[in-house]
């Protein structure tokens, strides 16, 4: 069965830090595209940061700078290590995956496997 389980959500004040996790089982990891998505009530799906199967990441302009995604394809995780978060970042988190390579990166339909979300919420 293939699955992408997010973990390390949860309440931070503004300014703080959280990193998130997705393991992911039942397909070849090292192969895929992976990304983060978020979506914040009322509001649309965004992609937050891709990084494709050659370990090059891409941001959307509002985390450059303050977020890192990362993989190990050793532990078949994605990481997402976000500093200095704010208000707008609050939302559910979704780790996302695509075979090969994708373009453009942050449209939510490349996307053909995703894990349930977990929730960041910043006050």
């Known amino acids: 069965e293939v699955q992408l389980v997010e973990s390390g959500g949860g309440s931070v004040e503004a300014g703080g830090s959280l990193r998130l996790s997705c393991v992911a089982s039942?397909?070849?990891?090292?192969?895929?595209?992976m990304a983060w998505f978020r979506q914040a009530p009322g509001k649309e799906r965004e992609g937050v940061a891709e990084i494709d199967d050659d370990g090059r990441p891409s941001y959307v302009d509002s985390v450059k700078g303050r977020f890192t995604i990362s993989k190990d394809n050793a532990k078949n995780t994605l990481y997402l290590q976000m500093n200095n978060l704010q208000s707008d970042d609050t939302g559910s988190y979704y780790c996302?995956?695509?075979?090969?390579?994708?373009?453009?990166?942050?449209?939510?339909?490349?996307?053909?496997?995703w894990g349930q979300g977990t929730q960041v919420t910043v006050s």
């Open positions: 039942g397909y070849t990891y090292a192969s895929y595209c």
């Open positions: 996302a995956a695509a075979p090969g390579y994708i373009t453009p990166w942050h449209v939510r339909n490349h996307y053909n496997l």
